[in-house]
């Protein structure tokens, strides 16, 4: 079975059969999803929510135990989970008088391989996974 879309009538991304409002635009949606159909990439024009590929890439890889990449793409939870990784990592730090201190990097890493992941992608590749199909996690 083909993979199902329905075009956004306001601003023409796609959005997964399932959706009722555009992920771009918040535009309601059409009611029948038609089959997908290839887009010509000759156009130029960078698909909605490539903008944020180099900013959540870079946040990433720079402040990536904070989670201010996550609050870029719009995953709040995650974005607070890896807050809140990071703060206990330092308070069990604090607490073992420096044995706990490898728990610090784990954050710092997850925000590594995230950034190196957004900014190795195609622009097309990184909305399809990160901006339309809202994958959290690496």
Excluded at 44 to 64: N, Q, R, S
Excluded at 68 to 79: A, C, N, P, R, T
Excluded at 99 to 127: C, H
Aim: glycine share 10%; hydrophobic share 45%.
């Amino acid at each position: 079975m083909a993979t199902q879309y329905k075009p956004c009538p306001g601003c023409g991304t796609q959005n997964p059969g399932i959706n009722v409002r555009c992920t771009n635009c918040g535009t309601v949606l059409p009611i029948s999803p038609m089959p997908m159909q290839h887009m010509p990439q000759s156009t130029g024009v960078k698909p909605a929510g490539a903008d944020k590929k180099v900013l959540a890439g870079i946040l990433a890889i720079v402040l990536g135990s904070l989670g201010i990449h996550k609050f870029v793409l719009g995953y709040q939870q995650e974005g607070i989970i890896l807050i809140a990784a990071t703060l206990v990592a330092w308070i069990i730090a604090i607490v073992t008088c420096g044995i706990g201190t490898p728990l610090i990097f784990i954050p710092s890493v997850v925000g590594i391989i995230e950034g190196i992941m957004y900014l190795t992608k195609s622009d097309e590749e990184f909305v399809q996974t990160y901006i339309v199909n809202k994958k959290p996690w690496f």
